[in-house]
């Protein structure tokens, strides 16, 4: 039996008429005081109904709305994506010599702004530099030879167009919608067997594990490697030979019907850290500015630096510029993204500031 929410009219005659019952009375006077008191709580109840019709939906996380909606994704592993800023490349045409300056800011004919995120000096007439939108969403994405201009002209500079391949990758914030379905995907196709995230999720019972990476065949056909971070222990993110031997046991418990499958060797190993090191100038050049610019690449790295993985080049400009302060800034160290190999941990290195 399904549950039919009152309207506010039904909720008022079924108290009205109550009243009237319990009382004694005629029917109850458009102006007197028992119509009014009648109509004041039907409108709390219904008020009421409503809130209860909302918690009702948050239950159920095919119903479930946005903050309830997250709560439920993150049970289950998943975040809602956030937006990301279009990237590409825009060719300069001009005088040989002219310089343009990192972040130098273009715009298109809709207002929409732009960074460059290197500098160059144009040689044969042209330079082709990357540039990043400066709002994150769809909205940047730009079509190959749309014409765009500098926000301050540079003598020299005769006109710019975006390059071959377009300002691309820009997306919007994941909508509750899109959330759900991934959601949905999730629930009714629940990862076992031996499936990547299976790992991802039995080695996370060992204590100590904050981060897992899987690699499929790692060693040929038949072979899963695995390693870990220990975030959270002094010692670590590297694990120690006992916290490998731990995890090794739990993917291999013959115990345990939720652990690798029969036939399939696993091979648990530590990855080496692989400090990341980075030399900024950055603008105003204030310890505030410089702790905030620590914290950002700190965070990134621990988001993006993956073992078998690349560090972009591009989401190191964007961890900087994003710097509580930040008005610029130019990154020496590295000059170009970094690639990590199945046995790096990457971690936050040294940085000097110059």
Request: glycine share 10%; no cysteine; charged share 15%.
């Amino acid at each position: 039996m399904v549950f039919q929410r009152p309207t506010l009219a039904e909720l008022v005659a079924r108290i009205e008429a109550e009243v009237s019952t319990r009382l004694g009375v005629g029917p109850l006077q458009d102006r007197g005081p028992l119509r009014v008191l009648s109509r004041v709580f039907a409108g709390v109840a219904h008020a009421l109904h409503g809130h209860l019709d909302f918690v009702s939906r948050q239950v159920v996380p095919l119903l479930a709305e946005s903050d309830a909606l997250e709560q439920w994704a993150d049970l289950f592993g998943l975040e809602r994506l956030p937006a990301t800023k279009a990237v590409g490349s825009v060719t300069f045409s001009g005088a040989n010599g002219t310089a343009i300056g990192l972040a130098a800011l273009l715009a298109r004919a809709d207002g929409a702004k732009f960074r460059t995120t290197a500098p160059g000096v144009i040689s044969g007439g042209v330079v082709t530099l990357p540039v990043q939108a400066e709002l994150a969403g769809a909205a940047g994405n730009t079509a190959a030879g749309a014409p765009i201009s500098l926000a301050t002209p540079i003598a020299g500079i005769t006109s710019a167009v975006v390059a071959a391949g377009g300002l691309v990758g820009g997306e919007d914030r994941e909508s509750d919608e899109e959330l759900r379905q991934r959601l949905q995907a999730t629930v009714s196709a629940r990862p076992q067997g031996g499936s990547v995230a299976d790992y991802e999720a039995w080695a996370l019972e060992v204590g100590g594990v904050t981060r897992v990476w899987v690699f499929p065949a790692f060693a040929g056909l038949g072979t899963v490697g695995v390693t870990f971070a220990v975030d959270d222990d002094p010692a670590g993110p590297a694990p120690s030979a006992p916290q490998v031997a731990l995890v090794q046991a739990r993917l291999t418990d013959p115990t345990r019907r939720d652990s690798a499958p029969v036939g399939v060797t696993v091979i648990t190993f530590a990855a080496v850290v692989f400090p990341v090191v980075f030399t900024i100038h950055v603008e105003p050049d204030t310890q505030a500015v410089r702790d905030s610019v620590a914290a950002n690449l700190a965070d990134l790295i621990l988001r993006d630096g993956a073992p078998g993985g690349t560090l972009l080049i591009s989401r190191i400009h964007e961890a900087i510029a994003t710097a509580q302060g930040e008005s610029d800034h130019v990154l020496t160290i590295p000059a170009a993204n970094v690639v990590f190999t199945t046995g790096d941990l990457p971690t936050l290195g040294a940085i000097t500031f110059v």
